[in-house]
């Protein structure tokens, strides 16, 4: 008893230690204002009856403890038997009955899910959170304080929930050496030097985090597997972030390569057929479950970029996945594989290959061939996390089989959270399309997903979260939205994406109504600002997808094996993907879908480049050609970013100074990097089109004076690749060892103004910048960003603004650059505009 | 130039590294509202011309340039020639004259005094800030720069300032080791491990300070001196302060040893009128002077407090003044000899004895017989720095005599920063107080200390400032305002309390009216809060005068040569200082305000006990008893403590996070510590004096239950010297290696309840507590707070308030603590009360 009221108070300190860094994301509990804490003071009985010993329901108390001492100064007195006195009731319905059977509530609750009522009996007030099973308590009981500190009423609760998927897993792409596969926030929480890490208190905590949600399990490491994962001596290390999970009913899964009976094993082969092959699965699997009994089971990624899998034995994807889930099935354990499946080999040449094809070419014959215990793990889409793509036509194929969505909660594709992207808004796009797999019956993704179409036993929701180490999680404080949001779905998925967001910005940031309004309203347009200047109109992210996948190169999609073609030209852009005419693959639909994306008519302005090829002139639906589409929604996105900057800046004071900080410099960044892809990608397609800008925008930039032409000491001019990471195609750099400068000629009207220095901020050095006014120094700083580029290109293209400096004609501005390391100090351009603030 | 350029870059940077840490102090810059920021910027010119090179000068262009930028986001052109464009200038009379007669200011202008001007010329607008000498340029500016961030027009300006005092100078307590007698906010920014310190940036930040207010000299060691600062080996130290301070116009001075010539010269004496001491002085003089020619003097503590003087030698104090000030004149140094001498192994027995008189028996005598190069100088009041004091009767003796007045910034008798306490009210009590010293006219404190009464060359102003490393400087954020108070009063002792709290409130936490109003309020009255419990009545601070000099000790004062006897018995109180039956303290006044203190009747109630011995039942003016004052003020002082937490409160989002919760923390203690003494002095006058407040408080405390009435398991009783300074004079002690427990028993009625305990938080240990109801953990917490005590004493009482917990009649609410090194987890008291919040 005594180390369980220990680990009560354990769990107070957190809150206080990481007070508004963000680590306690949607969980501050933080003391609500003195009218509401009044209220709920009235309302929340003074007794916590727990009737319950396992280690969820035991979670459940803390948490109540902790959320109603955090929200309103009141610690409640925990005991485990019913008196006459308010309280409220947590355990399971058979507990309740038990204990207290006048408390228990009428009808069944579904596994997981919860009830929460207000009861009278003899004369006093019992708040009772009840359920099937003790995840359910736990559940329920975040529930119960979530309603509390978004100011929803508790006074006469009478509400059952129950998840609309029973899988609400997570996947983590952390390698076993601590650095994480598209990780923005930081190392792994669960790895470091091949080692689970000493101190596992984050996992803990992050479980906590996914219990709040309803996440019920979580893969530890990447897909792209590290065999060692299976020996035996990394055994102890899986089951000691299980154990740190366990308090918050949350599995673990691990993923694991197919290779592993040849080499962890010892074996020759890994042939899924052999029996040598088939026993090494069935003893290691033993194993693994006598380490770690409550094990989730195996994820697999097979037979794609790079992974060996059946193919290389001459064996279907069935075979594979149905020898290991065999070998999990007697301890309950269930094995995903993805259906991330495709030739990144491919002849571009060839208008006929088509990579969003491949999902389904691979898997839509084996329908009926896996295992109940095997799910195939779908992404949205059909290509790779772009910033937009239909729902991937697999959901709507697979009838025989188990499925699950894998939607991707890390930025990978969506400015690594440099960006703010709120994904919600795009992932129930996809959710709530129609796939119409089924007449007469409305058969949306997530139907499908969840087995409901086809009457499956089991389905669900994937999310690849890859939270670092960073206090805010994911180095974004915004970003926490996107787990919070992704766990909302899973349990809810017709919850509105606004609803999710003012639910989330009351939990993180409180219940201000404009903080509320601001917040929600940046994040609820955010994904199409982010749309309106990496991709519209189905293009993709057209990002560097041979590189980092950050800053913007138009052309690194095409040319290669890899299958992201948008085919522009100098005649018009898209892929046409009609079976009629093109890749086949609208034809992969069923028949009521493929007739919407058949024909350039009927496929929706958003989709239309992902489709069709067509002249930039093309008409869309607006009356706005499709060139000018791409312009005009550049500047917009660029503009909406400008504009969430000020916006933010009307919560100074409304929100903690450190929060307000991070996000406002996270915002500032974004503005900045939203015109680079602005500038270069329509500066591309204005080469490749030759149609002007009708508003005159492109390529005429008032202020603005190029590197390249000013008075160069030290300075060399480097041609920028790709060309339009640069403004003018052109940078200078320093070379190492100088110091170089760039001058400019200012000839307008004196008076007030600000200076925008375009410079470049790579990761392998630290560049030293002044910049002086008719020799006077006016600035100074180093570029020390964190960036994932290397090079001088668009992700490292870096913004300084100099604000409000005394201008006169005929005044020299002087920008001097010293290298540092590989970073050389290079320029793309100044803008002189009258001063803004 | 470009050294130049980039000192003014470089002076950018601590704002951005320290923002709001309380290290810019009043200096912050911080940018002004939107509409404010307008207004302004259409105001100031955007050039600045800087008319002068010397240092002070270049500061201040440099301080114009980051407090325009910090302001108004606005970078002004900098250039030395004026041309035909609006501009401001800065430069001497003499520089302005020769470089723009138009702008030259007519009339003179005092030393270190400025103008600041308006003046159109040619068409053009210009602000001309004009000096007599360059300090006066640095300090012009300033107020220009003040004038906009407390939101002051500068549209027409047309002001001149004179420095009501020639000497605003500043002493350190710092010893070379680093340490700093009386300092409460760190180490010595000067001093570590007996040399300079490597990093003297901090120096140089606090002369940008101190310049700030005009104060122009600086002590940099103890007055306890150590011999070693006139060594020669330590020259280079003193010379590399100096180096730091002179960007900003401020003298380094020294104190000394008076036995230097015998410890440091190797000379058998240190009499003054030997011919080897003699040239001893000298040529230490001159040697010092060659390392720091603008060095500004010395200053000695002598025949007090143990440091050797020239009674030793059977000289006097003017023989000892007068051959250092002959050393010291041929540089221009000054000397100031400290009017701190007294006995302090006096006969306490003896009712005639009293240390107030020290001061004028020492040096009535000498008056005309010191050189004009010598002051004497006087603390404000005849004692030491006490909660109240009247003026010091010296002041108005001297006449042929140079003085300055010495006042505490270092908050000694003042609750060492951690309560806060803004001295400027009570400076101003002092300053104002006309001593009738010349018969006709005036003749206050402030004007007799600069010599404007009997027409000296000089005096002034020296207060002992001690900041220290950490970052707020005083380690109360709310305790820099008495340094900047001391400053603008030096300037100009005219200004008002008010307007010198609402000036230092706005540039330090900015013109948020509610903000403005709040923090002045707790400023102005926090004096007579902090009196109300320490020592009302003129009884002085009755703190631990023999120990800490923080903690109560009502009697610590008495039984003792140390003179700061208010000789309290079971009869009356208060020491009767009157000439007629008493020590003959009230007549070292001039017959005026001799007349005044002589008498019960005329006394002010404030001095009351300070000036008279009087029973317990004596009548104040009030109509109220000397006892039920005492009572009262007590209940009083506390009680405006609680709402100062309160009223901080109202201030969160005003005021930055983190400046808001160390101000929060800080008042939270302060209230925890009044409610300390008022138990404490009430229950100790209540003993003596065996008189009941009327009010029925003292002695009864609803809902305190004594740690020693407890079941104690492990706990021993402890009787506590003082026996005020624990609740029945007694608390409970755990011995080394054990885990104690001390429980209550609950009886009221159920409900939410707030539980105080009252613990002991000594310096040399950190125990750890835990609280429990009914076996239910409810608050765990370590005793790691810095106070000054490793005693069970008032000054380590601690308190804990674990606010919101249910209690049921019949609970049992245990303490549990666990001793660490020299703490005994020692316990006085739990409170159970209601739940406030």
């Given amino acids: 008893m005594r180390r369980v009221l220990c680990l009560i108070l354990l769990l107070l300190l957190p809150s206080v230690l990481h007070a508004e860094s963000g680590y306690d994301a949607w969980l501050r509990y933080a003391p609500l204002d003195d009218v509401s804490a009044r209220r709920y003071r009235d309302a929340v009985p003074p007794v916590v009856i727990v009737l319950g010993a396992e280690t969820p329901i035991q979670s459940a108390r803390d948490e109540l403890v902790r959320g109603i001492k955090g929200m309103l100064n009141r610690t409640p007195r925990v005991e485990s038997r019913v008196s006459g006195d308010a309280a409220i009731v947590i355990g399971t319905v058979t507990q309740i009955r038990q204990a207290a059977p006048q408390l228990a509530p009428a009808g069944s609750i579904e596994t997981d899910g919860f009830s929460l009522r207000t009861v009278r009996a003899n004369g006093a007030r019992f708040v009772v959170i009840a359920a099937q099973n003790d995840l359910g308590v736990l559940y329920g009981t975040f529930a119960f304080l979530r309603k509390i500190a978004v100011g929803e009423s508790i006074a006469d609760l009478d ?33 470091e030097n091949g080692r689970a890490r000493q101190d596992l208190s984050r996992v803990t905590d992050y479980g906590r985090l996914l219990a709040s949600l309803g996440i019920n399990g979580c893969s530890i490491n990447n897909v792209n597997a590290d065999p060692r994962v299976l020996s035996p001596e990394f055994l102890p290390q899986i089951a000691r972030v299980a154990e740190a999970l366990r308090p918050w009913g949350v599995k673990v899964l691990i993923s694991v390569d197919f290779g592993s009976p040849r080499t962890i094993g010892g074996l020759t082969t890994f042939d899924p057929l052999d029996p040598s092959v088939i026993a090494f699965w069935k003893n290691k699997a033993d194993e693994i479950y006598r380490a770690v009994p409550d094990l989730g089971g195996f994820v697999l990624k097979a037979d794609s970029e790079g992974r060996i899998g059946p193919s290389a034995v001459g064996r279907t994807h069935a075979d594979a996945a149905n020898v290991i889930a065999r070998a999990l099935k007697p301890h309950g354990g269930l094995f995903f594989y993805r259906g991330f499946v495709y030739d990144n080999r491919m002849d571009w040449r060839n208008l006929k290959n088509d990579r969003a094809r491949a999902a389904y070419d691979n898997f839509k014959d084996l329908d009926g061939k896996f295992d109940d215990n095997v799910f195939i793990q779908i992404k949205n889409g059909p290509i790779d996390f772009q910033v937009r793509e239909p729902a991937s036509p697999l959901f709507g194929t697979l009838e025989k089989t188990n499925q699950i969505i894998e939607l991707q909660i890390t930025q990978e594709y969506m400015g690594q959270a440099r960006h703010t992207v709120f994904l919600v808004p795009m992932w129930k796009e996809v959710l709530d399309f129609d796939m119409k797999a ?46 919070y949001g992704f766990g909302r779905l899973a349990w809810n998925p017709d919850l509105s994406s606004k609803q999710i967001v003012e639910e989330w910005t009351r939990l993180t940031f409180g219940n201000d109504p404009k903080v509320v309004e601001t917040i929600a309203n940046v994040q609820l347009t955010s994904w199409r600002t982010y749309e309106n200047y990496t991709g519209p109109l189905g293009l993709q992210t057209l990002t560097d997808i041979v590189g980092n996948h950050f800053g913007v190169a138009v052309e690194a999609s095409e040319r290669n094996g890899w299958g992201q073609w948008h085919r522009a030209d100098e005649q018009g852009v898209g892929m046409d993907r009609s079976a009629a005419t093109g890749t ?60 969430y900057v000020n916006d933010w800046k009307s919560l100074r004071g409304r929100v903690d100074d450190r929060r307000y900080e991070e996000v406002l410099a996270q915002l500032k960044y974004q503005a900045g990097q939203a015109i680079v892809w602005r500038d270069a990608v329509n500066g591309w397609f204005y080469k490749a089109s030759k149609i002007p800008d009708a508003r005159g925008r492109v390529g005429n930039y008032p202020g603005r004076f190029e590197a390249e032409a000013a008075s160069l000491t030290g300075y060399r001019v480097l041609s920028v690749t790709p060309f339009e990471a640069a403004s003018g195609e052109k940078a200078v750099e320093c070379p190492a060892g100088n110091t170089c400068t760039a001058a400019f000629k200012f000839n307008g009207q004196a008076g007030w103004y600000d200076i925008t220095v375009r410079y470049f901020d790579v990761n392998n050095g630290i560049a030293r910048y002044r910049v002086r006014v008719s020799g006077q120094m006016v600035d100074e700083w180093t570029g020390a960003d964190r960036v994932p580029s290397r090079r001088v290109d668009s992700g490292s293209s870096a913004r300084r603004i100099v604000e409000g400096l005394a201008l006169r004609p005929g005044d020299e501005i002087q920008i001097e650059g010293i290298p540092n390391e590989g970073e050389t100090a290079a320029l793309d351009y100044i803008e002189i505009h009258p001063a803004v603030n």
């Fill in 438 to 483: 089924r007449p007469g019956v409305s058969t949306p993704v997530k139907a499908l997903v969840t087995g409901k179409t086809f009457n499956r036993s089991s389905g669900g929701f994937v999310g690849v979260s890859n939270v670092g180490l960073e206090e805010s999680w994911y180095g974004n404080q915004l970003s926490q939205a996107n787990l």
């Fill in 159 to 191: 509400q059952k929930e129950t998840p609309y998927s029973p899988i609400r897993w997570i996947n983590h792409w952390d390698n076993l050496d601590g650095s994480i596969e598209r990780g923005y926030g930081g190392r792994s929480i669960f790895w």
């Fill in 584 to 643: 086949g693959f609208a034809g992969q639909y069923r028949p009521e879908v493929a007739k919407i994306y058949e024909t350039v008519e009927n496929t929706p302005d958003d989709l239309l480049l992902f489709m069709h090829h067509v002249p930039y002139t093309q008409k869309l639906k607006s009356g706005k050609t499709v060139i000018q589409y791409i312009y005009d929604s550049h500047y917009e996105g660029a503009e909406s970013v400008e504009k």
